[in-house]
Nanobody, 116 residues
């Protein structure tokens, strides 16, 4: 049973930083294209960053230049460094395969709240 476990969220002020981490339990982790998604209250879940098996990354326009996705295949982890956070970044953040997530493997997510 594949599982994602996200961590690292919290409450911060605008302009501050957070680093999220996700562990995926799967032996073929290194072959996967992965991404970070977020869902704000009342909105649909959206893909904000993705990284392919070769380490190439892509970002939503709303986070480009502020967020950095990375992966560690030896540890089956994918991270999201979030800098210069804005109130509109407030959401629950999830990791999954990208660009097409597996609906059966969503984790609990980690809450990020950005407020003065």
């Amino acid at each position: 049973q594949v599982q994602h476990v996200e961590s690292g969220g919290g409450s911060v002020q605008p302009g501050e930083s957070l680093r999220l981490s996700c562990i995926r339990s799967q032996s073929l982790f290194r072959l996967l294209n992965l991404g970070w998604y977020r869902q704000a209250p009342g909105k649909q879940r959206e893909l904000v960053a993705r990284i392919n098996r070769d380490g190439d990354s892509d970002y939503a326009d709303s986070v480009k230049g502020r967020f950095t996705i990375s992966r560690d295949n030896a540890k089956n982890t994918v991270a999201l460094q979030m800098n210069r956070l804005k109130p509109e970044d407030t959401a629950v953040y999830y990791c999954n395969t990208a660009p097409t997530p597996n609906p059966n493997t969503w984790g609990q997510g980690t809450q990020v709240t950005v407020a003065s």
